[in-house]
Structure formats: structure tokens, C-alpha cells
């Protein structure tokens, strides 16, 4: 899946803001997942920030963004499209060059692109992303991983995959630094790694990403966890009945189990 850059980040957000009472309500239906009420709420802050700072201010910017990521998740990609455009637009004029909120936006822009399958003007979009990210006067670890891996899945949509590899690999080394190297956020990377690596047909140096990957979820309880290792165990097993003999497919058959156990359990502390 692509990676949400999430647009709204507090570091360009000053708490005396005109339409911060209403940027709050707009979080916290995000985090609700009620996207419609967000949605609304993004509007009614654009309305207000408007009315006091003027339409090229660059909150006006922010806000635009956050706008397009609820059309984008309600398949509104034109109209997404149009907020993006705008915050672009806005940020050219106001922000220095190699601003993060421009790399922001152009993510999003090239996130569009990929959901319409226009992929090379989706990688486009991530490269000038990329580009800011790296030449950015601050360096934002979160924004620059999430960069790589969305630039990745496009390369990897278009057949790209020797680059692919080579995007999730700097995703991780970015990771690493950040989280260290127990954190569940690497344990993907290795996992999305290996899957790379399998298509490739290196189907060792994939079973070593899968062990990374499981160990350090072995040693770490975050409330995901039991999705993520289901879902490593499901390609390890995937990559063992590839390799076509009697002794892989019953490898394959024990983490498939594994893997449905898993599963099962997590749907059990659901109900």
C-alpha cells in the first residue's frame, strides 16, 4: 500500500491560527475514520483562513491538501487533483524552493497519478518529492522513507524492479536511522524487501529479509503486529512453494498455518 505522507503536520500548523478550533475537529474525525465529518471540517477551516490571511497564505496550502487526501480516499481523484494543484500553486509563491510542505503536495499529486495508472507521471511527481525531501534545509525522516517506498511501488507498477529494490532499500536505511532497528516500521521494509527480491527470483537473500522481519517482531508488542507477521509469514510461504519440491511445499504448509493462526486469533479479540 502507499504510504500516507499526511499533509497536516503541526510543525506547519502555529496553534494561534485563526481556524485552529476547527482544525482540531477536522484530526480528530480523522483519527475516527469518519471522512465525510472530516471533510467538512477541512472546509470550514479553508472558509476561515481564507476570510482572515487571504487565499494565498500558506496554511490556505495545508488545509487544500488535507482537502484532497478525503476526495482522494472517497475516489474524488479530479477533484483531489484540483486542491493539490492549488496548494502547489500557493506554495510556489510563498515557500522558499526545497520547503517539506511542497514535497508534501507533489506526494500527493503523485499518489493520483498512481491511483489513475499514470505511472511515469507518478514517478515523476515522487522524484521532484524525493529531490525537496533531500535537499530540504530540515530533514524530515518520516516524509523522506514514505517518499522512497510510494516512489517504489511505482517503479515496481511499471516493471521497474531492479530500481524498486533500490528505493525500498534507502527507505529502510532512512528507517533505521530514525527507528533503530527493532522498530515494526523496519520489519515492514524487510518484508516489502523480500517480496521485491523474490521477483527477481533471489529467493535467499528474501528468506533473510523474512527472518529480519520476524525476529524483530518477535521482540516487540505493537497492536499490529499480528496483522504485519501474518502477512510475512503468507510471503515466505508464497516464496517456498515457488522453489517446486515436496520439502518446500511443506515448509510452505507450516507458515501458512502459522500465518491462518494468526489470523484467527486476532479475529477472536476482535469479536
Known amino acids: 500500500a502507499m504510504e500516507n505522507t499526511k499533509a497536516f503536520n503541526s510543525k506547519w500548523w502555529a496553534e494561534h491560527q485563526p481556524a485552529t478550533k476547527v482544525v482540531k475537529e ?30 494565498d497564505d500558506p496554511t490556505v496550502a495545508i488545509i487544500l491538501n488535507s482537502i484532497g487526501n478525503t476526495l482522494t480516499i472517497q475516489g474524488h481523484l479530479t ?37 489513475q495508472e499514470d505511472f511515469e507521471k507518478s514517478e515523476e511527481m515522487y522524484r521532484k518529492a524525493l529531490t525537496i525531501a533531500l535537499k530540504a534545509e530540515t530533514s524530515d525522516p518520516v516524509l523522506l522513507s ?8 511505482c517503479l515496481q507498477s511499471h516493471l521497474k524492479v ?3 529494490v533500490k528505493m525500498r532499500k534507502r527507505a ?3 528507517k533505521l536511522k530514525h527507528y533503530g532497528d527493532d522498530h515494526p516500521e523496519v520489519a515492514s521494509d524487510y518484508n516489502d ?29 505493537e497492536q499490529f503486529n499480528a496483522t504485519l507477521t501474518s502477512s510475512i509469514l503468507t510471503n515466505q510461504a508464497s516464496m517456498h512453494t515457488k522453489e517446486g519440491n515436496y520439502k518446500d511445499y511443506k515448509k510452505a504448509l507450516k507458515l501458512y498455518e502459522k500465518a491462518l493462526a494468526l489470523v484467527l486469533e486476532e479475529l477472536g479479540e476482535m469479536c
Open 79 to 115: 477533484k483531489a487533483m484540483e486542491k493539490y494543484q492549488r496548494a502547489l500553486e500557493i506554495q510556489k509563491k510563498k515557500l522558499a524552493k526545497n520547503d517539506l510542505a511542497t514535497a508534501k503536495t507533489f506526494t500527493n499529486i503523485g499518489r493520483v497519478f498512481f491511483l
Open 146 to 153: 514514505a517518499v522512497y517506498s510510494n516512489l517504489a511501488i
Open 172 to 174: 529502510l536505511g532512512t
Open 162 to 164: 531492479a530500481e524498486a
Open 26 to 55: 477536522a484530526l480528530a474525525f480523522h483519527e475516527q475514520g469518519k471522512v465525510q465529518k472530516e471533510k467538512e471540517m477541512w472546509l470550514k477551516a479553508l472558509k476561515i483562513q481564507i476570510e482572515a490571511l487571504g487565499e
Open 193 to 221: 524487501i523480500a517480496v521485491l527480491l523474490i521477483d527477481q527470483g533471489r529467493l535467499q537473500e528474501a528468506e533473510l529479509m523474512f527472518t529480519n522481519a520476524l525476529e524483530i517482531l518477535e521482540h516487540t508488542s
